[in-house]
């Protein structure tokens, strides 16, 4: 009799042995892929790439320098996360592809610089404007101005369509030409270095006068793929504030900000980020927040250029919801 029980006891904890073994360990989630241009939207994630902080899984802070490519990661679903223009996110959007804009990057950081005397909108009458961007945001957001102040842009402003805002700037400085459109932190480099040069328009705040919303238009924004989204929602909720975080340091710290920048080499030198971070127009992140302006941004979008979103006005399925 003893010797069944000692049997039947073996085999219990023999059995529960093998059904502990037998239990499958919880696998390691994936990392998330954050992808972002070098340059101010990198600057607005720059505490997070230097902290590196946990929030449960490992991100991947993918940092590019070429537009394409950073249309392609969102384009070909690679990105988890992604600081895109905002007409990408349209785009993607458009052609079903499964992100969601989950908040504001940066906004316009467009501005007329130069050495001759301009106070207004109409005193561009007759004028050379060089300026870059052709089919995309800064000729958009050029064109509507002219027009909303009362100026037909193919017969009262001469328009000098360059490559890029990197071309602009040298003519600039050459003396090659006296105004120009450029972004931050291109136009604090200009400004340091040009004994007459200027910032004679803020096109951001003429645009948000021009169409009566308060902050302007939203030049880029983070996405998020709707997969991580129902995967991991503590994830994402984390994610984006520690990054509403980085936005809040960023603006509050502009020496500490250039010297990452620096550091981690993501593009602007210390003195353009000190001298410029008001122009970069860095803030007020969350989606919520902002839901009028986006509707602005694609609806003159629609009347202007329609390709440029992908043809279709975005529907409200395109904003992250909790």
């Known amino acids: 009799m003893k010797r069944h029980i000692s049997i039947l006891l073996v085999i219990t904890i023999i059995a529960a042995l093998l059904s502990g073994c037998g239990g499958q360990a919880e696998e390691p989630k994936a990392p998330v892929n954050f992808v972002f241009m070098e340059g101010v939207t990198a600057l607005t994630a720059a505490s997070m790439i230097k902290n590196q902080p946990d929030l449960g899984r490992e991100i991947d802070y993918n940092m590019i320098n070429a537009p394409d490519l950073l249309a392609a990661s969102v384009l070909k679903e690679e990105a988890d996360i992604a600081m895109v223009p905002t007409n990408l996110a349209a785009q993607a959007h458009n052609k079903d592809l499964p992100y969601v804009i989950a908040g504001t990057s940066t906004w316009g950081n467009l501005y007329l610089v130069g050495s001759e005397s301009v106070e207004t909108v109409a005193d561009l009458e007759g004028k050379t404007v060089h300026t870059f ?100 929602p503590e994830f994402v909720e984390s994610f984006l504030m520690e990054y509403n975080s980085s936005i809040e340091w960023a603006n509050g710290n502009p020496e500490a900000l250039g010297d990452l920048s620096e550091d981690l080499l993501l593009g602007p030198p210390k003195a353009a980020v000190v001298q410029g971070i008001e122009r970069m127009n860095i803030g007020d992140f969350p989606i919520g927040d902002s839901l009028e302006e986006y509707g602005d941004y694609y609806q003159a979008i629609m009347d202007f250029a329609p390709d440029f979103i992908g043809g279709a006005l975005p529907d409200e399925e395109i904003y992250y919801k909790r």
């Open 133 to 232: 961007g052709k089919g995309l945001t800064p000729e958009l957001v050029l064109l509507m101005i002219l027009q909303e102040n009362g100026l037909d842009p193919a017969s009262d402003v001469d328009l000098n369509y360059m490559n890029s805002a990197a071309e602009v700037g040298p003519f600039l400085l050459s003396g090659q030409a006296s105004l120009g459109v450029l972004p931050e932190p291109a136009l604090t480099g200009v400004v340091l270095k040009g004994e007459n040069m200027e910032v004679l328009l803020d096109l951001n705040s003429l645009w948000a006068q021009a169409r009566g919303v308060e902050k302007g238009y939203p030049q880029s924004c983070i996405v998020i793929k709707k997969s991580l989204i129902e995967e991991d």
